[in-house]
C-alpha cells in the first residue's frame, strides 16, 4: 500500500479541470491527472490515455466522464471504464481522498480495491 501524497488543497483545482502530477512527483512510472469532476468530487486516473499518447488533463470534462483531446475516447473518471473509442483498455486508477481542505493522493492505490 503506496503512502498518501499531499497534492495541494480542494481549491488549487476548478471545478470541469485537471492537474498533472508527474511520475517523479507521484512516485509511480506514469504521470496521473487529478480531476475535479462536476459533481464536485476528485478523480484520479492515469494521465496518458490508453490509445495513444494524449494528456487525459488536457481533455473535456463532462459529468463524470473525460473525452480525450486527440481521439475523443471517453473515461470514467470514478472507474476508469473505457466509455467508447477509439480506446479499448480502461484507465489505471487511483485514490483520491479530501482531509479537511487537502487532496491527498494515494499512487497505484485502486479505488476498485483490486
Ligand atoms: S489518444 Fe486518446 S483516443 Fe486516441
Known sequence: MSEAINIGTINDIDEGEARV???EENGT???????HAED??????????THETASLADGWIEGTEVECPVHSAKFCLKSGSV???PA???ART???EVSGEDLLLYPSVSVLGA
Not at 29 to 35: E, G, L, M, S
Not at 40 to 49: E, I, P, S, W
Open 21 to 23: 502530477i508527474t511520475a
Open 88 to 90: 479499448t483498455l480502461a
Open 83 to 85: 466509455l467508447c473509442m
Open 94 to 96: 487511483h485514490k483520491i
Open 40 to 49: 464536485g468530487n476528485f478523480y484520479a486516473l492515469d494521465d496518458t490515455c
Open 29 to 35: 512510472d506514469a504521470d496521473i491527472a487529478v480531476f
